[in-house]
């Protein structure tokens, strides 16, 4: 007997389907469809110990808590709505960070090999027939943050034993054991790029006194090179992304390899049709490009499934956000990016209600009103957002911490921030901006 949770969730998924198919779709495009789902961040002991929790809590939901990360329930649920929402997609991205924030002493490498191949079962068990291209997180590590691409043992187990059968081509699996990243053609001339960018990160201590670990940047130029001549798109899919993070102004990887990566990708910007990463767990875009603004591409930052948000103080979180997972419509003969559908559920209803419920926060297209992801596009949301407290600055704002009722107001600073670091990527100007922004 067909349970009436699972009906109501087909039912909503047929609804969503009829709204995003009769969306009015350019002549001349052969649209297609992929997820980007991010962050799980599994606790399997949440309602329990509860080793994630910032904070202790005193009732937890079954759907998890602002200061816990995700149980295996919300996890599922979220796959779930996914493949009930849209089954037939081209691809998913997946980018990582599957292990709960534990601290290490209280973890082990076998522990944090479960968690990443639970959300694989997961995945596998709701899109049996569909391609994943997986990427790895700073939390897919034991300890987390720490690799430096050698880790053969690791990169073994997940690349072979666990996600073998989506990259398929015994080439790429081999350049996946040998640190973490490999290529994966998803479409006629489409290609992913799912990039390593955990051994770039400033957490991580293994690559602090590095320039070039596992000569990934070698493998990223002939890769992009070898793209371009072939005619081929790429998507660049990871979980760091080399953006400047909002609202704390910083680059999120070492020094030697920021410059490198940028002028890398900036130098393909042919190529590449768009970026998508994660690790922030907020939804926001940014541009990438040169300083003098040449070499430009668009770049989209997930959020994430766990609900668990940063400490403000030793006694306070920052304000809460919801669980999220994100439809992109592509043109399947160029890779053009067409827009976005976001999804989350609010997580306080779902628990109150003993059951979630998924929706749709925001079109991308029909929210900021562009035609595409172009970078475009992006400049023409940022000239909008250029007033503070502007409408479409307010907007995105809210759908920065995927929830349709903020609890905060963004201050002007937080705006300057947020339009500041969309869209330069060198960190002083970036401070310089801000400023010239707060005095407007
Ligand atoms: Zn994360
Ligand atoms: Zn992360």
């Known amino acids: 007997m067909l349970e009436l949770g699972t009906f109501l969730v087909s039912f909503f998924a047929i609804l969503i389907c009829v709204a995003i198919e009769s969306r009015h779709t350019p002549a001349n495009v052969?649209?297609?469809?992929?997820w980007?789902?991010?962050d799980f961040h599994y606790d399997d002991t949440y309602g329990k110990e509860g080793q994630s929790c910032g904070f202790p809590v005193l009732e937890p939901g079954p759907f998890g808590d602002a200061a816990c990360d995700a149980p295996l329930r919300l996890i599922e649920d979220s796959i779930k709505t996914m493949a009930a929402i849209k089954p037939d997609v081209d691809f998913i991205l997946w980018t990582g960070d599957n292990a709960a924030h534990i601290p290490t002493p209280k973890f082990s490498m076998e522990r944090n090999l479960y968690m990443i191949q639970t959300t694989t079962s997961a995945i596998k068990r709701m899109f049996p027939h569909t391609l994943v291209v997986p990427s790895f997180g700073?939390?897919?590590?034991?300890?987390?943050?720490?690799?430096?691409?050698?880790?053969?043992?690791?990169y073994k187990v997940v690349c072979q034993n666990m996600w073998s059968t989506w990259i398929q081509d015994p080439k790429q699996i081999q350049t996946c054991k040998s640190g973490g990243f490999y290529s994966r053609l998803v479409g006629h001339k489409l290609r992913v790029l799912a990039v390593n960018t955990v051994l770039y990160l400033?957490?991580?201590p293994k690559t602090k006194n590095l320039t070039n670990p596992s000569q990934q940047f070698e493998w990223l130029e002939a890769t992009l090179m070898a793209a371009r001549n072939a005619g081929e798109k790429v998507?660049?899919?990871?979980?760091?992304?080399?953006?400047?993070?909002?609202?704390s102004l910083f680059y999120w990887f070492y020094e030697q390899y920021q410059g490198p990566y940028v002028q890398l990708m900036t130098k393909f910007?042919?190529?590449?049709v768009a970026h998508h990463y994660a690790h922030e767990h907020s939804d926001t875009f940014k541009i990438l490009q040169n300083e003098d603004?040449?070499?430009a591409s668009a770049v989209f930052l997930a959020p994430s499934v766990t609900p668990l948000r940063g400490h403000k103080s030793s006694t306070e979180l920052l304000p809460n956000h919801n669980p999220g997972v994100r439809l992109v419509e592509y043109d399947k003969r160029t890779g053009k990016h067409l827009g976005y559908t976001q999804f989350y559920t609010n997580i306080t209803g779902a628990n109150s209600h003993g059951k979630t419920h998924w929706k749709e926060l925001y079109s991308f297209q029909d929210a900021y009103d562009v035609s595409d992801m172009s970078v475009s596009s992006l400049r023409k949301i940022f000239h909008k957002m250029a007033q503070p407290f502007s409408a479409p600055m307010m907007q995105y704002c809210s759908f920065y911490s995927v929830t349709d009722t903020p609890e905060e107001e963004c201050t002007l600073e937080e705006q300057a921030v947020f339009w500041c670091a969309g869209q330069l990527t060198n960190l002083n100007m970036t401070k310089e901006c801000?400023?010239?922004?707060m005095h407007l």
């Open 235 to 247: 998507i660049v899919s990871a979980h760091v992304p080399p953006t400047i993070p909002s609202p």
């Open 202 to 204: 400033i957490e991580n």
């Open 293 to 295: 603004e040449t070499g």
């Open 138 to 154: 700073n939390h897919d590590f034991y300890p987390a943050d720490n690799t430096n691409g050698t880790e053969e043992g690791f």
């Open 269 to 272: 910007a042919d190529v590449i």
């Open 36 to 38: 980007h789902v991010s």
């Open 30 to 34: 052969d649209k297609g469809y992929f």
């Open 434 to 437: 801000v400023k010239r922004y």
